[in-house]
């Protein structure tokens, strides 16, 4: 983004929504790419919607070549976070769990690289937006990707892609993390009423990472919940600025990670 002055998030959010999350020069779209609101004309320093449009990282690139956005090893996380606020806004419109589901199916299209998820698991998807919120669909799905989907030399083998789209409707089915990924919500939620400086998308980023540190410490899920409700969860409250959360949330997470080694 250029560095003029900050555009605020929420006219961020408002262009991306008038734009349909997609790039206003090459028509690239959420979720395959990540989508960057910034000033119609380079030199113009005004921050009102009618001077802002949507670029797609490469178009940023060309057009900003003074000031290009490189290549983030967040961006996965940003583009799912960018993915979600998508999902959030056909909420607005009639009949939005079909938009929903094509939607999800197109994210996880873009991540198998070509291979379709067939209509019928689409219906599925559709079917369960009715009973659980698109985030909650979102991250089952995504559990069964994780689980399932196996990149041999960078592609997804048939054997795995297969695995995957056949697990969509046992995933569905079952409360799988629901819980887990509930009481995340329930920490931002505290963070965002309590804390000073606040920002949505980096608290995401934080609590998500944090989560898969404990995943990959091999920490089984109960354990992490318990640690979820117990501890991170007073984090927000014995914190006065959203600074000095993520400041008590790095401490707890080394705590956590080391006394994990301890004990092997
Ligand atoms: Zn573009």
Redesign the pocket.
């Known amino acids: 983004m250029n560095t003029m002055t900050t555009i605020p998030s929420s006219t961020i959010l408002a262009v991306l929504k008038r734009e349909n999350f997609t ?6 779209k959420c979720p395959e ?1 990540l989508i960057t609101v910034d000033r119609i004309f380079k030199n113009d320093p005004s921050v009102e919607p009618g001077s802002l449009t949507t ?6 690139n060309e057009y900003f070549t003074d000031a290009p956005i490189t290549d983030s090893i967040d961006e996965p996380l940003e583009r799912r976070e960018q993915f979600l606020l998508l999902l959030e806004s056909l909420k607005e419109k009639g009949n939005f769990r079909k938009d929903q589901a094509k939607e999800i199916c197109e994210y996880f299209n873009c991540k198998l690289g070509g291979s379709k998820i067939p209509t019928q698991k689409r219906l599925d998807i559709e079917r369960s937006l009715r009973a659980k919120d698109a985030v909650d669909v979102l991250d089952t799905l995504e559990d069964a990707y994780y689980n399932k989907v196996k990149f041999v030399d960078g592609i997804v083998p048939p054997a795995s892609y297969a695995a995957f789209i056949d697990a969509i409707p046992r995933y569905l089915s079952t409360s799988h993390q629901c819980d887990l990924n509930k009481q995340l919500r329930i920490i931002r939620g505290g963070c965002s009423t309590r804390l000073p400086g606040y920002d949505p998308i980096e608290c995401y980023r934080y609590l998500l990472e944090y989560k898969m540190a404990l995943e990959s410490a091999k920490y089984t899920e109960s354990e992490i919940m318990k640690n979820l409700v117990e501890n991170v969860s007073q984090l927000d409250k014995a914190s006065h600025s959203f600074d000095e959360w993520k400041n008590a949330m790095d401490r707890h997470r080394s705590q956590m990670l080391s006394s994990k080694l301890a004990k092997h």
């Not at 790039?23 to 690239?28: D, K, L, P, S, Y």
């Not at 670029?55 to 940023?60: A, F, K």
């Open positions: 790039c206003r020069r090459c028509g690239a790419h670029y797609c990282t490469c178009c940023h």
